[in-house]
């Protein structure tokens, strides 16, 4: 069987950002593997852990996707500061005589977003709208690669490394299965230090906010990268709670055109024609979103990839250029709308290097400085007794269940199918048990 194949038979999904099926990237011609650890969300620790841990499987993966595709450049892009992680993988790559280059990338957010790690390492610019494919390169992260390496000892995707951090008693890297509730994750961190909090699942920059009230409803899932726990009164509490009309109006009545969310945007750094400013100039200026859409200055927003640098870190004013990108965004595609790029010329900003944002400070503006050196070193692996899988995990559509209710499954046991010309990946039992009910997720409750 093909390293595809059996990559794709093991349900890998990318485990660093919205979850892209991994076999379908394995199909290309590339001239650059580029492997992303840089980790860029501030309080993760997850990536680091992999790469401490698992750097010799990681190099193994790494040269059987180097090899099987032919591809001549291989790279692992992490942070300079990782020494721990650096040491680890220079160790594995001479041991294993792999012809794996190091990409060292300063402290900068976002530097693992795949079209600015793209440039950084190749030097070549994604073109707006496109995939890295597009100017010869592939990118994975690096839990992506240790499940590659999995996968081709026939493991599935069962299992999830995620970091608990935050209010937290004890903050650690987890291993558990998919679908573990994330309440039991808090509890496998030693418990939440305040009686109110809200969660993030992701990092602090791009990830999901979710109301306290919600934890139940929260289960583990193939991207779930980490579980933050953080203060009721703080940054992204407030950030919660903000209704659009009151975004929008105080984009009308606050914003000075100052410009800095357009400086310090990473795509418009790269060339990108994405204007943020001008975006929320013309909406100081509509009724609504539908009336500006013909625009091409209101559809440069489809390039957003909602970093959210423009809103955490750019702004004097405390505007949400991102979530006003975001809308717009979502209201072109559900009108099928695409921006029309034509032929502009892609010239990355003359300043850009003085211009990115450094971790610490976007980290200290979210009200996080306080948890940003936090060194965790503390691992739980973890044995549950139940999980509730969801069947919608991953960019694509959602796994059709194989499985019913009162039937009795084992771990890796295949117990959802990815719909007939689909895009997505498979979903297995994550433990031994009785499945005990079927909805949106699949629940198995070990007997
Ligand atoms: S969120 Fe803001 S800074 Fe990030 S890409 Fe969008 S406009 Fe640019
Ligand atoms: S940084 Fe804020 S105030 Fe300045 S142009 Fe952008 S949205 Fe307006």
Do not use: W
Not at 345 to 366: C, H, Q, V, W
């Amino acid at each position: 069987m093909s390293l595809k194949d059996k990559v794709r038979d093991a349900g890998v999904a990318g485990c660093g950002g919205a979850g892209f099926p991994t076999a379908v990237k394995l199909g290309g011609t590339y001239e650059y593997l580029i492997v992303n650890g840089v980790e860029c969300e501030p309080l993760l620790r997850t990536d680091r852990y992999i790469m401490r841990t698992f750097a010799d499987r990681i190099v193994s993966a790494v040269s059987a996707v180097q090899k099987e595709l032919a591809i001549p450049n291989a790279v692992i892009a992490l942070k300079h500061n990782y020494t721990e992680e650096i040491e680890s993988l220079e160790k594995a790559i001479k041991k294993a005589g792999a012809s794996i280059a190091i990409h060292q990338l300063e402290s900068f957010y976002p530097a693992g977003d795949e079209q600015t790690l793209v440039y950084e390492v190749t030097g070549r610019i994604v073109p707006p709208l496109g995939i890295p494919g597009k100017v010869g390169a592939v990118v994975d992260n690096v839990g992506t690669m240790l499940a590659i390496q999995d996968a081709l000892e026939d493991k599935p995707f069962t299992h999830k490394y995620l970091t608990v951090n935050g209010d937290v008693a004890k903050p650690a890297v987890l291993r558990v299965p998919v679908g573990t509730s994330f309440a039991k994750c808090l509890e496998l961190a030693g418990g939440t230090l305040n009686d109110q909090f809200v969660l993030v699942s992701g990092g602090p920059a791009m990830g999901r906010i979710i109301k306290q009230e919600d934890l139940e409803k929260e289960f583990v899932t193939k991207t779930t990268s980490g579980i933050l726990v953080l203060p009721a009164d703080g940054y992204h509490a407030g950030y919660a709670d903000m209704k659009v009309l009151h975004m929008l109006s105080r984009a009308r009545s606050a914003c000075i055109q100052c410009s800095f969310c357009t400086q310090l945007c990473p795509r418009a750094l790269l060339g990108h024609p994405l204007h943020p400013h001008k975006v929320m100039r013309r909406m100081a200026v509509s009724a609504d979103i539908p009336s500006v859409l013909d625009d091409p200055e209101i559809q440069g927003a489809q390039l957003c990839c909602e970093c959210g640098v423009c809103e955490i870190y750019a702004c004097p004013m405390g505007l949400q250029p991102r979530r006003i990108n975001g809308l717009i965004k979502r209201e072109m595609a559900a009108r099928k709308m695409r921006l029309n790029i034509g032929d502009t010329e892609l010239k990355p900003d003359a300043e850009r290097e003085m211009r990115k944002a450094p971790s610490k400070k976007l980290a200290g503006r979210m009200g996080l400085a306080p948890y940003y050196d936090a060194d965790i070193k503390a691992f739980v692996e973890y044995q549950a007794e139940e999980v509730s899988i969801p069947l919608k995990m991953t960019v694509g559509a959602p796994c059709v269940p194989c499985v019913k209710a009162g039937d009795m499954v084992k771990t890796g046991d295949v117990i959802a199918q990815v719909p007939e010309n689909a895009l997505g990946a498979r979903i297995h039992a994550s433990i031994d048990g009785r499945v005990s009910a079927v909805d949106d997720k699949i629940s198995i409750v070990k007997e």
